[in-house]
């Protein structure tokens, strides 16, 4: 069991270019989290998905921030147009089910906008 | 308004002491406390989970407790050990039937020297 695997680990981009984070959760679970620490910061919630659903979104960012969880292969986060904000470290974590259950977490991706 | 505070912020301990990482909550509806490990460049490693109806919880020389009528929660941490230096996240879900919100602490800080 590999574990929850983020990639890539870090991730350099332009201004205004688009950044996708991949999140390839446990085996057997269906559940995946996001969560963004900034730095100096706690972690804060994102966006919780199933298999091609979005069950709550409430912590993304109004624009640019998007995420999908398909049928087949990974969880996908992805920015478009990326400020110097953006930069952060953005962490997965995946769970077999919605309630009782530790979420494991991937080692996250580091982003930075240069 | 929903929050979770820990204290203290920080936290030097000579290697072998005990200690004690404190956390307040105001979210509700209460679903569950977690308290989490997380190394520095690294994600967080859970370490307890707990539902209402339960008082102390063990993971080795890990023992959290949590008073559900005063809304806190305490991480108390037997024979400090160099490799417990990192931070610890207190995180509160709540019940919403509506989605997964997780309210996170912005963690203690904890360095022990030998």
């Known amino acids: 069991n590999a574990g929850v695997m983020q990639n890539p680990r870090h991730l350099v981009r332009r201004r205004g270019q688009e950044a996708r984070l991949r999140c390839s959760p446990m085996?057997?679970?269906?559940?995946v989290y996001w969560y963004r620490q900034l730095p100096e910061e706690g972690l804060k919630f994102m966006v919780y998905?199933?298999?091609?659903?979005?069950?709550?979104e409430s912590g993304m960012p109004k624009e640019r921030f998007s995420a999908e969880f398909p049928k087949e292969g990974p969880s996908i986060l992805r920015i478009q147009q990326v400020v110097r904000g953006d930069s952060a470290a953005y962490f997965c974590a995946s769970s077999p089910s919605r309630t009782g259950s530790l979420e494991t977490f991937g080692s996250g991706t580091r982003l930075t906008v240069v | 308004k929903n929050q979770v505070e820990q204290s203290p912020q920080s936290l030097i301990i000579l290697e072998g002491k005990n200690c004690t990482l404190q956390c307040n909550y105001t979210v509700s509806p209460f679903s569950n406390l977690r308290w989490y490990k997380q190394d520095t460049g690294r994600g967080p490693v859970s370490l307890t989970i707990m539902t209402f109806s339960e008082n102390t919880k063990s993971n080795g020389r890990y023992t959290a407790t949590l008073d559900a009528d005063t809304k806190q929660s305490s991480l108390h941490i037997t024979a400090s050990q160099l490799s417990d230096s990192a931070s610890y996240i207190c995180?509160?879900?709540?019940?919403?039937?509506?989605?997964?919100?997780?309210?996170f602490g912005t963690g203690t800080s904890l360095t022990v020297i030998p």
């Open positions: 995180v509160v879900k709540t019940g919403s039937n509506t989605g997964n919100q997780f309210y």
């Open positions: 998905l199933q298999k091609e659903n979005i069950i709550d």
């Open positions: 085996k057997g679970h269906s559940h």
